[in-house]
């Protein structure tokens, strides 16, 4: 039987994108639910053209109470029964309860090559670091924020010139190249590691 998956994001969804139409064929997963945070993201169409039913949950009216906004999130992918839970591109941390309700079944990308660079503003940073290589990783989720056992990773140069843009946009498209990857492995129970290129 096809793993359930749920993808949640808050942009334009182009990582999610690049998930749901990776799951066909003898794929071992299946798109069950987009959902996103903000009823305006460009992603929210790019789901329902592609018959994936989407939810939002807009986190602004539980400013200030995380597990409210946890809990009807909590009950949105509990109707939707999920195996495996994408995190693409999804602004809102979590609290331990929630990580330790869905740990084992939670993957996240993110674009720096971990342990490098987590949290925000990852380009800058490498940027100013002076790396000359930069790239994105997924990785399990756990209650350490962008930590947890390696499911892949894919590297780029970083180029004279680069601007935070011009470098996100080159490790972007990799993105989409490394994330069905994991995942397609992920959900046929294998966690050994990706390396790209
Ligand atoms: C990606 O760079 C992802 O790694 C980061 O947020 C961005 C989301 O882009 N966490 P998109 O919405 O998938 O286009």
Redesign the pocket.
Known sequence: MSKRVAIL????????VALIDSMTGDHPARPVVAVCNNADAG?LAKAEARGVPTEVIDHRPFKGDRAAFESVLNETLARHAPDIICF??FMRIFTDTFISHWQGRMIN???SLLPKYRGLNTHARALEAGEAEAG?TVHEVTLELDDGPILGQARVPVLPGDTPQTL?AR??EQ?HILYPAVLRRFAAGDRTPIRLP
């Open positions: 994001f808050s942009g334009s969804g182009s990582n999610m992603g693409a591109g990308i993110h674009p994105c996100a490790v972007l993105e």
